[in-house]
């Protein structure tokens, strides 16, 4: 074995020297910026360089005439150098170093016309030597003042920019700001003119001074301009959104883009505005095609013609909508059965809940009602039957919602309607009667009719003293039919029984209720006062019903959508000591701020469920479920909102009170409402399982809302799944039935989603009536496990075809080829982006989901709305040639 030695490895003395990369950097990045350029420079470069250091050297001389041919030779040079995209042009950067130089040449020189060339080239140069001082701006100012757009387009942005900068500078100080605003007004028309129209909305944003767009706006930009404007709207605050709108709507209306202007007063919600812009139209066929899209968000506005009176008032509705069924061959009535497919469900044990039970008829009663909606024709309740039908086969409070279930299968279908329900008015069966009166409310509801049956049928049941059913129900019936109609008649029958001590709290809340959706978003003063004095005159017994959230309701409605209107409400409900007064501000904030996106609202609410209330020591924490509803409510509309308070939620769902969890399923269903995503399927899935059976409950509803008229096959057997699942527990089951009919409404064709018109209009109408029942489900086992199941019929106002229909000018149909695919953002993108993407063609009518879009495929017919959606005008195109077949 070799002996192994140990050698001595020489090792260099350690000095103390640091390592070579711990060593300090010799010069800080600012004198590394400004460091001459190293003599790593071709020869072309070398000799530009000496070229402009001799010129800069020139301008020192004292001889003034050599001046002027100096500034243009290098106002040449910066002008004509070339760079790609990423460098500093050679010029600019070989005249940095002598950026100081030239500017104390500048200062020694008497003013002058060279003097302000000299400040013109240090404007474009200071854009390199940008230590915050502005200069770009400060020479531009002192320069020649030429064209704004000789230096190029990077010129004008950094001007730009520091326009901005400088404004906000000032206006802390309270200074003078109107030579920038000069200057802003140079600058707007040039990125107008260059495609930049993005850069000149903000920058006129910025100086609060957007009307001036108006002006500026030509034929070939106004679209784009307005789309950006429109877009920008959810991120401003009140005024600034307000004066955004009013200048898109000038913009259009100088254009004569009435449809699209219209658009605009809508959102406004400005019914002066909507007035007047009708009125101007001259075009009848266009001015029809106005009527239709005001009817589509239930805008009443006056006018002597007939025919465009009833397209304002939605009486063909239910013909158009016949003919998308027979289109689409889908006349045919489905019973409960064909919804349920239980020889799909898993064989039930021994132990079943009985199948002919009074639950689940009442069940199939609700599921038949909104499959066959707006179709007239069904399995079980409109066929004569000797024994008096399926109303029989119903219990009690049962009758009530099956004979209201009439008003919804005949929905949109007054005439018809009233004479299948006229039968049942007068029936000796207090429940049936009281059914047949909510039925006259819903059949009416979303059209309007000059007889006003509705009012003329309903208001002498008001004063019936022997039935309160009878009474909420033509209190009910009436908030259906004139919800969004904010007529005063209205309010003189209903106010009166919100004030009388005397009625029970439950008659006084759902007035109260019904107020609130027939003069939603109007903020009317003497219902709110009234409303207010009631919660201050009741006792504290009456204010802790379950029924008084209703009442809290109908004041939120009246402010939904105000934003800052709110305010003195809210002081005024800090006077009440009740805990309603926490409810109730909670529900009127949210309500004024639905579909803001406000973010410092979202956050407040999360603040409120952060709060943890013992309810068992008499501390009342439902104003949390109203909070956690109100997160989804703000967000509603806006994309970015809406997938962070999707983000919220599950932590709500970990870490909440029971209270909170609950109200979780709810808002994710009105955040998603008609708008089946994946993922937010999967979510409720597992939260239908809870061991909480109000969560589960609520889990179930909130799938069938977000599936709701969409026939997703993925809902309907997760649905099916939870059939079988609780297919013992009878409440559990009766809800999951009812999310079997909502998922297959109007058998695929309706949609309750709040936003329409491509996403860009909310509607009041239809979140009042989608408020009102999530409302019902903060209280599920009382209301709609109890015997108020009839309050899931308020859905009705946000139920709508969502089709797309083309008529002709004779108001015929007709039919045409649209491209039908997932709608695209292209709000500031360059050139003309497509609209769509993952197209299909399809012949007119079609039916549209949440996320998609429609643009016509032929170039025949022009349409007379800006986005295909609902009911379209077509006219034939003048200038269309037909292609001629080789």
């Known amino acids: 074995m070799v002996e192994k030695k140990e050698v001595a490895i020489p090792v260099p003395a350690a000095d103390n020297s640091p390592m070579e990369e711990d060593k300090p950097l010799k010069k800080t990045p600012k004198e590394l910026k400004d460091a001459p350029i190293k003599d790593e420079l071709s020869e072309e470069d070398q000799e530009l360089k000496a070229q402009l250091e001799m010129l800069i050297e020139r301008l020192k001389e004292s001889d003034t005439k050599l001046y002027n041919p100096t500034l243009e030779t ?235 009176q009833n397209c304002i008032n939605n009486t063909h509705l239910t013909t158009h909508f016949i003919n998308l069924a027979r289109e689409l061959d889908l006349m045919e009535p489905k019973t409960p059965e064909d919804i349920y497919k239980s020889h799909l469900e898993h064989k039930r044990s021994a132990g079943a809940a009985q199948v002919d039970s009074a639950r689940q008829n009442l069940a199939s009663t609700f599921v038949n009602a909104f499959v066959n909606a707006g179709f007239g024709v069904d399995k079980l309740m409109l066929p004569e039957e000797p024994d008096g039908g399926w109303i029989f086969k119903n219990k009690d409070h049962g009758m009530m919602s099956a004979s209201a279930s009439l008003g919804m299968l005949l929905l949109w279908d007054v005439d018809m309607g009233l004479n299948q329900i006229d039968k049942y008015i007068y029936s000796e069966d207090e429940n049936i009667r009281a059914g047949a009166l909510l039925a006259v409310g819903i059949v009416n509801s979303g059209v309007r009719n000059l007889a006003d049956p509705a009012l003329a049928v309903l208001s002498e049941h008001l004063e019936d003293s022997k039935s309160v059913a009878n009474r909420v129900a033509a209190i009910q019936g009436l908030g259906l039919a004139y919800a969004g109609s904010a007529r005063e008649e209205l309010s003189e029958l209903l106010l009166p029984m919100v004030s009388n001590p005397d009625l029970a709290m439950e008659v006084a809340s ?188 609520n889990s179930i509803f909130a799938m069938g809302m977000v599936g709701a008229g969409t026939n997703n096959a993925r809902v309907a057997q997760m649905l099916r799944h939870l059939a079988s699942y609780y297919h013992k527990d009878a409440s559990c089951l009766f809800v999951v039935r009812i999310a079997q009919g909502l998922l297959h409404m109007g058998k695929g064709t309706l949609t309750i989603n709040p936003l329409n018109t491509d996403r860009q209009i909310m509607s009041n109408v239809a979140l009042a009536g989608l408020l009102t029942t999530l409302v019902a489900f903060t209280d599920v086992k009382t209301l709609i496990l109890g015997r108020h199941h009839y309050l899931l019929y308020s859905l009705v106002t946000a139920m709508y075809p969502r089709f797309l229909i083309t008529l002709n000018e004779e108001l015929e149909s007709e039919a045409v080829a649209v491209r039908v695919g997932q709608a695209v953002d292209v709000v500031g993108q360059a050139g003309r982006p497509k609209t769509i993407t993952g197209f299909q063609t399809h012949s007119t009518p079609v039916l549209l989901a949440y996320s998609e879009r429609a643009e016509l495929s032929t170039e025949e017919y022009l349409a007379q709305a800006p986005i295909l959606e609902g009911i379209v005008l077509l006219k034939k195109n003048p200038d269309y040639v037909e292609e001629t077949k080789a």
């Open 74 to 308: 290098l106002r040449t040079l910066i002008l004509t150098s070339t760079s790609s995209m990423t460098s500093v042009p050679k010029p600019l950067k070989f005249l940095r170093p002598l950026y100081p130089d030239m500017v104390t040449i500048h200062e020694s020189w008497a003013d002058n016309a060279d003097k302000h060339f000299l400040a013109d080239i240090l404007s474009i140069l200071a854009m390199t030597y940008d230590d915050d001082k502005l200069d770009t701006l400060k020479y531009r100012k002192v320069g020649s003042k030429n064209a704004i757009g000789s230096w190029g387009h990077e010129y004008v942005r950094h001007l730009s920019t520091e326009i901005g900068q400088e404004y906000t500078r000032r206006q802390e100080k309270e200074a003078e700001t109107e030579d920038l605003v000069e200057l802003a007004l140079e600058v707007a028309p040039f990125f107008l003119a260059h495609n930049a129209e993005a850069d000149a909305v903000d920058l006129l944003l910025q100086l609060d001074i957007v009307p001036k767009l108006v002006g500026f706006v030509d034929k070939n930009s106004y679209k784009r301009v307005c789309l950006y404007i429109a877009s920008c709207v959810n991120y401003l605050e009140s005024p600034d959104d307000a004066i955004c709108l009013r200048t898109a709507h000038d913009i259009y209306l100088k254009h004569d883009k009435y449809a699209e202007a219209l658009l605009i007063a809508i959102r406004m919600s400005d019914k002066t505005l909507i007035q007047s812009l009708f009125d101007s139209c001259q075009d009848p066929l266009l001015k029809k095609q106005l009527a239709f899209m005001l009817a589509r968000q239930q805008i009443f506005v006056e006018t002597e013609d007939e025919d465009l």
């Open 510 to 697: 759902f007035a109260a209720l019904a107020l609130g959706q027939i003069f939603v978003g109007t903020c009317d003063g003497e219902i709110t006062s009234i409303i207010l004095q009631t919660m201050l005159e009741r006792g504290d017994g009456q204010l802790g019903e379950t029924f008084a959230r209703f009442m809290s309701l109908g004041l939120g409605l009246l402010h939904l959508g105000t934003r800052g209107q709110c305010d003195v409400t809210l002081e005024t409900l800090k006077a009440v000591e009740h805990p309603i007064a926490k409810k109730t501000s909670v529900i009127v904030e949210i309500c004024a701020y639905a579909g803001s996106g406000d973010v410092l609202h979202i956050q407040r609410m999360l603040h409120y469920c952060n709060d943890h209330i013992d309810s068992e020591s008499g501390g009342d924490d439902e104003f949390q479920a109203f909070a956690v509803i109100g997160i989804a409510l703000i967000a509603l509309g806006e994309d970015i909102g809406a997938e962070m308070a999707l983000r919220s939620f599950t932590h709500l769902m970990h870490y909440g009170e029971p209270v909170i969890r609950k109200a979780v399923p709810l808002a994710i269903g009105l955040l998603c409402a008609s708008n089946p995503v994946l993922s937010v399927l999967d979510t409720l899935g597992k939260y239908s399982h809870d061991t909480d059976i109000e969560v589960a409950l």
